[in-house]
């Protein structure tokens, strides 16, 4: 009929893609191919910002850290089965440190794959995703697509955040229907993130243990950073005078170097305070579990702040589970104490910044050697000064001696500007998170990256080129992972955990237009990473670094497994 050609239709592409715009979404990060490169084509032409990268590992990686720094699920696009797998290691990464994020897979012919007759790319994807995210869901009707973004967005912000797969079969995206029922059908999320407040009684219990505490600390983890609660947990931690202890990621959120920092007195901390607050961080291997050797023989009682209420009691009991969004949990607490709270003792902080200040101080002649070749202390002591100078800087982190080296020596000022290998202590983020850094925040971005690490990202460098994004990259290259000395015992083959030796990463980067530069002194890198930063060219920077320096596995060796036969 005449009326049926007038009318006006939409498709399952608009649909996809107009759910995700109505919701706030901004920018997609993927791999295009089949079925979904006409997806990514359309979304940039409605205005979407479309990262295209060369691995759906890295782009995964990229929308998570979004995730983390805007508190709106970051969104990784990707084709069926192999791009998918590929995409689902950074979905599972995202959700073990509860980072939100929609991973939105293509995937193949329903009937086909679900009477397993060999599509192409066949894979039965919504059941392997499903045990590795918070929450999985398909979309077989265009109708349901409205309906299936926004319980993809709650799942991923709402509660503890984290990874949600969306899976869309190929067949959906030229469904059509009529475009007014279809603009009906999608569903702009109202309060994605409730808060969630904490109870009176809870408060009131955890209160009463801190009055009482003789040497009280306070851990903030990344779920203090990912709330945006700043201001109170500053206030919180001003107003009681208690010492805080930031995990990596949680740097920043007060200065490194505030005078209640306890960061650079880890040790003592741990050890000998009585009562623990726990401000969005877990009692996991990153805290030897709450207990044994590190945390002393003193007996110690927890308050635990976080939105989760099955991560109580999940390691030693906790003696004050505050259960609620960090927000909401810490203006309670202000609240509550009023103002006769007693701040902590002069004794107790007094002993925790003398051998704050000590540690500092046996530390420092180190940072300070301008020597060639650099060790890993020199060599972080120069990045040291420059986070110092320009703080708003993003800082990526990743390797073995390369991370354990730097979360300790290279202080910071802001909240949210570091990023790195997380819970699982994972390689190959540092190039999918220095790309979304520099995407989601447009701050120079300053990656600091083992060899190795490196590697398993590197390609990205031809994205950032491409997107001309400022970000430098600093490789610190000791030929190897761990050290660059390893040698194969029969003589036929290089060790098994070395490299091309004296390798030219910054090369890598000159293939791609972009700037590479070799440094083998801490004054020469320096330099470099100024004059990439003043100038916001992607910049790759080869530092040469003693093969010798570094030890196996950083500051974790002692989870490598020993054999006890030894080879006669
Ligand atoms: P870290 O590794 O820095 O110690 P974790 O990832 O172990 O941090 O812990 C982060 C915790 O923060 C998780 O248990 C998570 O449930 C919690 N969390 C995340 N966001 C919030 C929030 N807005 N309010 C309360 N807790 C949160
Ligand atoms: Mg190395």
């Not at 009055?211 to 709330?227: C, E, N, Q, S």
């Not at 070395?498 to 791609?512: L, P």
């Amino acid at each position: 009929t005449v009326e049926a050609e007038t009318q006006e239709l939409t498709d399952g592409f608009h649909l996809v893609i107009d759910a995700l715009k109505l919701n706030g979404i901004d920018t997609i990060y993927g791999v295009p191919g089949i079925p979904i490169t006409d997806l990514g084509r359309m979304a940039q032409e409605e205005g979407i910002r479309v990262v295209s990268f060369r691995h759906e590992q890295n782009a995964g990686n990229a929308a998570a850290i979004a995730g983390f720094l805007t508190k709106k699920p970051g969104i990784c696009l990707t084709v069926s089965a192999p791009g998918f797998l590929n995409g689902l290691t950074a979905l599972a990464n995202a959700t073990t440190n509860c980072f939100p994020m929609i991973l939105i897979s293509g995937s193949s012919e329903r009937e086909i794959v679900d009477l397993q007759q060999g599509d192409y790319e066949e894979m039965d994807q919504l059941a392997i995703a499903k045990p590795l995210c918070k929450a999985a869901f398909r979309v077989l009707h265009a109708a349901d697509i409205g309906i299936g973004v926004a319980r993809a967005i709650r799942a991923a912000v709402s509660g503890r955040p984290g990874g949600v797969y969306l899976d869309l079969p190929a067949k959906l995206f030229s469904q059509v229907m009529d475009a007014e029922a279809g603009a009906k059908s999608l569903v702009k999320v109202i309060d994605p993130a409730p808060a969630q407040l904490p109870a009176p009684a809870a408060v009131q219990r955890a209160l009463d243990l801190l009055k009482d505490a003789k040497r009280p600390l306070i851990v903030l983890g990344k779920g203090a950073a990912y709330a945006q609660a700043d201001d109170e947990i500053r206030t919180l931690i001003e107003k009681s005078g208690i010492p805080f202890l930031p995990m990596s990621m949680a740097k920043g959120i007060l200065p490194d170097t505030h005078p209640q920092s306890a960061g650079a007195a880890r040790s003592l901390v741990l050890k000998d305070s009585d009562v623990v607050v726990l401000i969005g961080a877990r009692l996991n291997w990153l805290l030897s579990h709450g207990k044994g050797k590190s945390w002393g023989d003193a007996p110690k009682k927890f308050i635990q702040i976080d939105i989760e209420p099955k991560e109580m009691d999940s390691n030693v009991e906790i003696a004050a589970p505050l259960v609620g969004d960090i927000g909401s949990c810490v203006t309670a607490l202000i609240d509550g104490m009023g103002e006769s709270f007693p701040k902590a003792s002069s004794d107790w902080t007094g002993s925790v910044a003398s051998k704050k200040d000590a540690n500092i101080a046996k530390m420092a002649p180190r940072l300070l050697k301008n020597s060639s070749p650099m060790d890993f202390h020199s060599a972080l002591g120069a990045l040291r000064t420059i986070i110092k100078e320009r703080p708003d800087t993003m800082l990526v982190n990743e390797g073995a001696n390369t991370l354990d080296l730097a979360r300790g020596i290279i202080d910071m000022y802001e909240p949210r500007k570091r990023l790195d290998v997380g819970t699982w202590g994972v390689m190959g983020i540092g190039m999918g998170f220095a790309i979304a850094a520099a995407v989601e925040t447009g701050k120079p971005v300053l990656a600091v990256e083992g060899d190795s690490a490196f590697g398993f990202s590197g390609m990205e460098v031809e994205t950032i080129c491409r997107y001309n994004l400022p970000v430098c990259v600093v490789v610190f290259n000791n030929n190897g992972i761990y050290r660059g000395t390893d040698t194969d015992p029969t003589g036929r083959d290089p060790g098994t955990t070395v490299f091309v030796k004296d390798s030219r990463y910054d090369k890598m980067m000159e293939a791609f237009g972009g700037v590479g530069v070799n440094v083998t002194t801490p004054h020469e890198l320096a330099a470099a990473v100024n004059a990439a930063i003043d100038s916001g060219r992607p910049t790759l920077i080869n530092a040469v670094i003693d093969p010798e320096a570094g030890s196996e596995s950083g500051n974790i060796g002692s989870l490598n497994p020993q054999s006890v036969v030894k080879k006669k």
